[in-house]
């Protein structure tokens, strides 16, 4: 939990006392008929510099409210396509006089055309679509000095726990798009990218948690898309940002991007270079029962470990317009991310009455990197302006890993004497990764607020992952075969969608189809050991949404969706966490199929949203006996090993709040709730599960400029 109940509460309390002393601003806008006019935008100006306090548009009946104002001098401004920009009167809010009806504005139309008037003021940091939640990063000041990673964790209902899972509304098993892209990478090597990502680089993350038939069926969390900045202004632009950050340990970085943009072509490039230093502490607290439920020993470890990052980020393309309804481009993505980490474990063995039996310390350090190069080349056509239209998408990538490792472990007695000899294990692990697709989209606009879309998509994934693990406890390198492996793996997908959506006043549906099929391939180096699957699914999906007030909207979604084992969980490749504590992975793992429900309600104030999901074949994560798991290996009985495996099925219900607040010009919060309930069934190593957990996890981001 990333803030106390207690803390929550005072800010509330504190935001009530606060929301007493502030005004209000009423407004009328009418035609020269003395008709409402609606979608008005209302601009409340400060009298002394004319900066722009806030906004608002005109409902159904012309009206518009300004709320939570600081007392001051203030004007309207208004400003609508095809009338004349008008301006009220000067006013005064104060103690005395908090509320403020401005007299009714008519708005005179234009003499002539000049062209339609934009607006241009900046989006809140959270803004709730249709079909999904935006976070504007470059309207905040919330994400300044910041990493993918670290905006991720203050997303609402998002969780990252200390194995870097990423969790949407409770659930696990979130797909993460680059500009609406599939990202191969999952696990640490996803975690690396996101730490190595700065904030200054990002526009805006959508967070989809029922995605519609449009997008990939993998996911059953749903998708985060991150979209990168791209600049749109005429000529030639630049930037150059740099930020600071202190928290136990300092972050630095910098970062530029340059632009150029002609009614034919658009080149654009940017580099970001960032450093950091994390920290994690990791407690385990393990007991050791026989199958009778008799106590046989337990350890206690505290894990701590300091990493530091290095990373780089470039971007380079150019669009050529050879019509104005014609988009020609071509983008070159690449990333490197160097991390060190340091690890120590102290750990304490107890015997089965309870007391100290030995102790171990453990001092590991890894010297990893991630690089990875991505070209695209993509298509656009408009055949019209209502919106009809045609994409297409080719992406080329590589990404490169690897890690130099050494383990080292000494054994004491209580009396602080030597118990074994010490172990030394060298690792030296290198991955390369192969990404091929094509995706074509067709959008077809109709008469009375409908439209059609339909796509295809073809994906192709190759791994190659190459683990060597050394024993030199004796001072020489002897190959260690329990741990040192080779695994390839292969997926190749082809899919295709259709959806169809249609609006009615304040009612908006939306239905679609999509069809996928799968084919894998996997190969084990040592025993020889293949695994061929392959098999065609159908996904789909519909939306409800109504407006039942002014910013006000309820909306109902339903959908089926996928989530494939990652090349990481299949990966059979033991690794050594420190002598007693393994993990690897498993290449018999099923993939899973979730049903969603979800209600959202949404204000400017407040988005919930309730949501229900059923899952079989459960992709989930079990701390096994060592020797239940390879009983060909000796081992110990307090020797374990963390293993993905399936689990029959999952009834899950969550709520998710969150509610961005001004407290201050000077002050921000950011306030997410997270409560879920989850119900395993199923068998794990001979037991029966039927168990259930609920969890809170509330997040407060306070932001003082």
Known sequence: MKATLTFVFCIASTLISYAQSRGTIFTQVKNTQQKPLEGITVQLLRQKDSALVKLAITDAEGKATLVSLAFGDYYLRYVGNGFETTYSAPFTLSEQQGTYQVPPQTLQPQAKDIGAVTVTAKKPFIQRLSDRTVLNVESSILSAGSSGFELLERAPGVVIDQNDVISLSGKQGVLVMIDGKISPLSGADLANYLRGLPSGSIERIDLITNPSAKYDAAGNAGIIDIRLKKDQR?????????????????????????????????????????????????????????????????????????????????????DYFPSKRTVIGIVLNGSGVGIERMNDNNAVVFDQQGKPASTFYTIASNNDFNNNLVGNVNFKHSFDSLGQELTADFDYGSYWSGSNAQTGTKYFKNDGTTLAPDYVLDGVQRGNLKLQSFKTDYVRPFK??????????????????????????NGTRIVDASKTNHFLYEEENFATYVNYAKQWKQWNVQLGLRAERTSLHTYQAIGNVAFDSSYLQLFPSAFVNRQIGKQKTIGFSISRRIDRPSYNQLNPFLFLIDVTTYATGNPNLLPQFTWNYEVNYNTPKLNATLTYSKTNEVLNTAIVRFKDAFPNLPSDDNVTVQLPINI??????????????????????????????????????????????????????????
């Open 234 to 318: 005429l000529g030639t632009n630049g930037t150059l940002n740099t930020f600071y950050g202190q928290g136990v340990y300092a972050k630095v970085g910098a970062g530029v991007t340059l632009n150029y943009r002609n009614k034919k072509v658009n080149v654009f490039g940017s580099n970001n270079t960032a450093y950091r230093k994390g920290l994690n502490q990791l407690l385990l607290d393990r007991n050791f029962y026989t199958n009778a439920g008799q106590f046989t020993g337990s350890d206690y470890k505290d894990n701590y470990g300091r990493f530091p990052i290095l990373s780089n980020n470039f971007r380079i393309g150019a």
């Open 448 to 473: 009375k607020q409908s439209k059609l879309e339909a796509g295809f998509k073809w994906s192709k994934v190759k791994t190659d992952n190459d683990a060597k693990f050394f024993d030199v406890s």
């Open 648 to 705: 029959s099925t999952t009834n899950y219900v969550g709520l998710t709040l969150s509610s961005p607040l001004k407290v201050k010009p000077w002050w921000s919060i950011l306030n997410n709730a997270n409560i879920f309930y989850s119900k395993f069934n199923g068998q794990l190593a001979g037991t029966r599960l039927n168990d259930g957990r609920a969890a809170v996890n509330l997040n407060s981001t306070n932001n003082f400029t």
